[in-house]
């Protein structure tokens, strides 16, 4: 049984509201751990919400439940009766079926919610910069540390209690490529030895860093070997690097982000690549950004890069990096390499 709730939009969601009356449409329903936050914001029990919907006129209804008794709780709640209704991404036919013979018509909005997670408001950047410091932060405690034989769970406890020294406070793991990893709230690591939970000499060492500054999330990786590399690691590395390079390059003003995703399987194409953007505004990593999509880069945006290639039988080569877009293009706030590091 979904039970919902209503409240008044506060002042920081006034330009969402602007961007999709602009577009036509009369509310946003928010289905993203990310989205859901940021539209709520630090309303108690706001992470039992299942759907969150944001009206144009400043309701925000939130609703429990299975999501589409959650999705058409929340519009009876807000009094939306018909008219377009953007989502986040298309919605199983279950919840879009909610509103047959409403007059309400769910259309994908993709972009619409993308841009809004990675456009700063004046004053946020700091924020973004701190939390990456913080990230990096993390990445010493791991590096500083490392060495054959060491059981994961105790580079876990190093990074953790770095980083809440530094002020960190509760992260979570990525959503996405979670399987196999361990860890805590702070930092998700892979390519330990699964059957001892001990670090190895030939397997690459990844780990994705993700602590929490007020609000405000830091995002990086990095991914070390315990030995000199050999051929096949070398070479994902290097390719790694390269193409992450030629990512932040394509990130400039007026250029659609996508012209990243480009610049990077122009460089890696072949060798088991991948990459994605995400926005870092509501508190976590958004959705990535859709390749199709036509967003384009602008000064003041923050996002998280993240690049990985594989290496075959042995895991990959994983970086991350929170950019801030300026008129000159992507500044790396964290400042962790984004290469392969070898230590030996």
Known sequence: MATAATHQATAALDRLRGRLDKAGFGALLLTSRTGRRYALGPVPGSADATAVLLTTDGTVASATGDLAAATAAALRAAGIAGGMVATEADLPPDVLGQTDG????????????????????PGEQPAFA?????????YTAVMDHLRVGMDVRELSGNVDRSVRRAGGLLGWYDPYDADGAAGTDL???????????????TVPLRYVLHPLLDGTAGYAAATAVLSKADGPLRTAGDVCAAATAALLAALRPGARLTDGYAAFEREAGGHGAACRLVALRGGGASAPLPPDSAVVAEPGMVLGVRTGVQVPGRGAVELAETVALTAEGAEPQAGTPLRLVELY
Do not use: I, N
Not at 102 to 121: K, S
Not at 187 to 200: E, F, K, M, S, Y
């Open 130 to 138: 701190a939390a990456a410091e913080l990230a990096a932060v993390g």
């Open 102 to 121: 409403t007059g309400v018509r769910l259309r994908p909005a993709a972009d619409l919610v993308f841009a809004e997670l990675a456009c700063c408001e």
């Open 187 to 201: 930092v998700t690591v892979r390519g330990h030895d699964p059957a001892t939970a001990r670090l190895t000499a």
